[in-house]
T-cell receptor, first 111, second 112 residues
Framework: DQQVKQNSPSLSVQEGRISILNCDYT??????FLWYKKYPAEGPTFLIS?????DKNEDGRFTVFLNKSAKHLSLHIVPSQPGDSAVYFC??????????FGTGTQLKVEL | EPEVTQTPSHQVTQMGQEVILRCVPI?????FYWYRQILGQKVEFLVS????????KSEIFDDQFSVERPDGSNFTLKIRSTKLEDSAMYFC??????????FGPGTRLTVL
């Protein structure tokens, strides 16, 4: 079941630069999208979300962009900080309340 | 800030034994969920619970699994007869509506 895909398993970015994490989905019924951050041995921490009626949502250093025609969303973190180093999951829901998760991208922010 | 809590943090059990994983959702939330993550794999939905009944469940959630909200604060996942392949991190989540879900820290279940 590959309804939500994160094709980059890892990303390395310098401190202060922009981190861009990407996510693609195939199910056109998805209408709500979320990004979670996860540290080892902890639960996913909610970061930011976007409804399908919008194409952008911003919260501090985090911005999520949604391109419905391409079935693509991205998370921008600017400026990136060492504390942002974690695994980032995108998740989607639609027509119900279960979340379908991607496989995650390990972000490493280097000094 | 309110948070979801889970106990125990780590549970070790023998194959065939019953386990109960416990969760305390955020107090004013109405929707409750269980997910699991097998090592190296993605987080997978197990079940959602609303108004004292299961609202949706995945194929993984077979007859060996059950959920209960025994009182006004706890939400439990029971696995009746554990198998080796049940070894995973189990995450509880809750939401106030059907949108943003907030996750607990997880219980690591190890089946020997």
């Amino acid at each position: 079941d590959q309804q939500v895909k994160q094709n980059s398993p890892s990303l390395s970015v310098q401190e202060g630069r922009i981190s861009i994490l990407n996510c693609d989905y195939t199910n056109s019924m998805f209408d709500y999208f979320l990004w979670y951050k996860k540290y080892p041995a902890e639960g996913p921490t909610f970061l930011i979300s976007i409804s399908s009626i919008k194409d952008k949502n911003e919260d501090g250093r985090f911005t999520v962009f949604l391109n419905k025609s391409a079935k693509h969303l991205s998370l921008h973190i600017v400026p990136s900080q060492p504390g942002d180093s974690a695994v980032y999951f995108c998740a989607a829901s639609g027509g119900g309340n279960k979340l379908t998760f991607g496989t995650g991208t390990q972000l490493k922010v280097e000094l | 800030e309110p948070e979801v809590t889970q106990t125990p943090s780590h549970q070790v059990t023998q194959m065939g034994q019953e386990v109960i994983l416990r969760c305390v959702p955020i107090s004013n939330h109405l929707y409750f969920y269980w997910y699991r993550q097998i090592l190296g794999q993605k987080v997978e939905f197990l079940v959602s619970f609303y108004n004292n009944e299961i609202s949706e469940k995945s194929e993984i959630f077979d007859d060996q699994f059950s959920v209960e909200r025994p009182d006004g604060s706890n939400f439990t996942l029971k696995i009746r007869s554990t198998k080796l392949e049940d070894s995973a991190m189990y995450f509880c989540a809750s939401s106030g509506n059907t949108d943003t879900q907030y996750f607990g820290p997880g219980t690591r279940l190890t089946v020997l």
